[in-house]
């Protein structure tokens, strides 16, 4: 018996672009303290509290993306600390591109319960079709067995793989963009295959058809043909978002689950140097345990306009004048270790003598002075309200100004975060807010990792099932 | 918070100050062997009658060892002190501590800093190690003291713009007290409009809400109160030398209002009860206080007990801690206008101190004044070192 996908969601950052100038702000970007890493928390977040699973020793976090923050160094346990996993639970890297996203799903179906965390910063040449076409995004796959508590949405039915090696797009490790040979070229090659991996999938599981067929691939001319290459009564081109890379396979999955009926069928299929088939079969569970907001509508949402030149600094191919201030240091290893539960976890401590809460953890009460009586206070999930605030034009940042706020949250604690995504003419005392894991900066080749308080602006509008 | 206090146990023979401000001409050592030079020449006392020196810098030097090759000084103990922008009080009051037990009978307080040689605007630190969490790693000195004006303003009901006019008006003060001063950083009147409208730093904190980095140096002689007149007709006694380091509470306790510095409030308390002061609004002349943005000075009439809590923005708007109110505070410029190199500051308040109760200060000379008030501050809203010394003409009868 193997696995099913017990939850899923995806994550669009709020941010967009209009890279040619004609007004249209249709470009997904991620903000400049978003990266592949806290993308996928993001989504990660949102597909295990949707579906109520918990991942346990024993278990999986496989991270894929052809952006990654670090090499050398394994990104997914940065993903796995942010979200304070069991240490039980395996964390590794699958890097590269939309097939790495489709091997750590079949890996996944065969395997152990695997919660798949992807996400990609396409960043395309200025002017480029990638850098119009793309987009940036996370999603998030919950994989494992089906349980009374936690049914799956839906089930494996079978899938194929083909590999052929041509050159139809690359990039070296060391570029922020990569080169497409000509387009026709790869649909040539491309075309054939998918038809090939289709039919085989298809017969396998005695189907004629598939309800939604979900083509992914980073060839422009094969998604714009995608009707006439896989002829289906609902079809989708990717995800409605323009192509995200190494996480495309899994939002445009997202894209059909959120529109799917208990019972229907979805083809997934991934052509990237050769192509990957995954056929699903959805379940009664689905309805209940879609994602909260479908990713059209995420995708369709006009988002906050970032005028061209500041997304060309965002990405480092425009450099600004830095403020008058010293960089500042970078992270250093044993206090970040040692402060893991804070920096990464959001966790304080509560004094189990008089209940004050230490935002960070703290040995000694700042209340009743009782030392070494403290239990965790893990606060990421909560919200608060603002204290006070302030807009720092002197501090460093990579996209200035910082707007800090002093944030009380409910239930105890206090303590000072960067605003995430910030509109300080909305900024109140009393104003709510949450957390959201993000990059203070980049020193040293270091990213500081750490969370960051974002505008809530109506606190019971956000109030939803 | 208890201190038994050394009042009237040892007093200020002599003491020198730079002119402060952006010092190309000189580095740390040249600006402390300045300071140095003119206090020993007041006193007409060698270096070599020095029995010890406490030297208090931030971070331009290290060790004794930056005195002690400045001046050549004999192989005499020089302790290197740091408290934040307390620092130069701290070096104060160790140096009063070593006369009052005994141990010495004629040592010296230097502070120094030099802010200018780095090309940054603000204050720089150097930090150890760390996780990369701290909110003082991203949050700047003008941000974080810009928190108290829209705490305040919610907290007492007080319109924005009524707010703006009180910060305007410390500013404008500070700066037409430092108009008068030879040693100040800033020399000329700055208009109410132009403060108001300045570029903004940090929340509704313009440039000149902002206290001048710069350069410069302070030193304070001290010695044993009954040893005074040997070297001057008009010592100084020390009154009362209160520090409170706070223990972070406030920043991580949602009870913190953002209206008030806890550490002040117990420094000062400690300070009166030292000095034997029941009402510092009718029986203080004159302070100098740490306005190293121009809320802060609002807040700390209050915790100083100058004002009734809520007050003090009105009170400053309406002239009281003018130069001709009826408590003037930074008569000598202040942070705001005489600069802020953060070893030096708190000696640099004392200087005026000193300089008022011996009637020297020339055109800025108030009518008088027998108790002065210095208050330093350092650190930031939530978690602060503040210090309070009080000096005054005239000594207790002993016995």
Known sequence: MTNGILGYASYLPGWRVDPRGAGRLTRVIAAFDEDAVTMSVAAVQAALERCGAVPAAGDRLVFVTSSPPYLDKTSASIVHAALSLDRGVAADDAIGTARSAMAAISSALHGRPTVVAAADVRTGRPGSADERGGADAGAALVIGPSTPQTPVIAEHLGGVSLTEEFLDRWRSPDTAYGSTWEERFGRSRYEPLIAEAVAATLDAAGLPDADYAVLTCPNAAVTKAAGAIVKRAVSTVGAPTGFAGAVDPILSLAHALDRAEPGQTILVISAAD?????????????????????????????????????????????????????????????????????????????????????????????????????????????????????????????????????????????????VADARPDLLEVGAPVDLVFRKLFTAGGVHNYFWKARQVADLAGEERS | MSSRGIADQVAIVAMGC???????????????????????????????????????????????????????????????????????????????????????????????????????????????????????????????????????????????????????????????????????????????????????????????????????????????AEDAYKYTDRPVFVKALALAAAPGRAGMDPAYDFTTFPEVVRSAQDAYAQAGITDPRTEVSLAEVHDCFTPTELVLMEDLGFSERGQAWKESLAGEFDADGRLPVNVDGGLKSFGHPVGASGLRMLYEAWLQMRGEAGDRQLDDPRIALTHNLGGRPGSAVSFVAIVGTDRAPTG
């Open chain 2, 18 to 224: 730079t002119r402060f401000g952006e010092r190309w001409d000189r580095s740390a050592e040249d600006l402390l062997l300045d300071a140095v030079q003119e206090a020993l020449t007041r006193a007409d006392v060698p270096l070599a009658d020095i029995d010890a020196f406490w030297l208090g810098t931030l971070g331009s030097g290290q060790s004794g060892l930056m005195l002690s090759r400045a001046l050549s000084s004999d192989y005499k103990p020089v302790t290197r002190v740091e408290n934040f922008c307390a620092t130069g009080s701290e070096a104060f009051r160790n140096a009063c501590y070593a006369v009052a037990s005994g141990a010495y009978d004629r040592v010296m307080a230097v502070g120094v800093e030099k802010l200018k040689d780095s090309g940054f605007s603000g204050l720089l630190r150097a930090d150890p190690p760390g996780a990369g969490t701290a909110p003082e790693l991203s949050v700047t000195a003008p941000a974080a003291f810009s928190l108290l004006d829209p705490a305040y303003c919610a907290k007492y009901g007080v319109d924005p713009a009524e707010m703006r006019e009180a910060m305007t008006h410390v500013a404008w003060k500070n700066h037409r007290n430092g108009m008068l001063n030879p040693k100040a950083q800033f020399r000329s009147e700055v208009s109410k409009e132009k403060i108001a409208d300045s570029p903004k730093v940090a929340g509704r904190l313009g440039v000149f809400d902002c206290s001048g980095v710069s350069d410069g140096a302070a030193c304070a002689m001290i010695v044993r």
């Open chain 1, 274 to 418: 050769g192509v990957d088939t995954m056929l699903l079969r959805t379940t009664d569970a689905l309805p209940t345990r879609r994602q909260r907001e479908p990713i059209a509508a995420a995708a369709a949402a006009s988002g906050r306009s970032v005028p061209y030149p500041t997304y060309l600094s965002w990405r480092g191919l425009l450099d600004v004048e830095p403020p008058r201030r010293p960089e500042p240091d970078r992270p250093a290893g044993p206090p970040a270790a040692r402060e893991a539960g804070w920096k990464f976890g959001l966790s304080g401590s509560r004094c189990t003598a008089c209940g004050f809460v230490h935002l960070p953890p703290m040995r000694a009460c700042r209340q009743c002075g009782t030392i070494d009586q403290m239990e965790p206070a893990p606060v990421a999930a909560r919200r608060g309200r603002v204290a006070t605030f302030t807009v720092d034009r002197l501090a460093y940042s990579p996209s200035p100004p910082v707007v800090d706020v002093v944030v009380d949250f409910e239930g105890g604690g206090r303590s000072t975060f960067e």
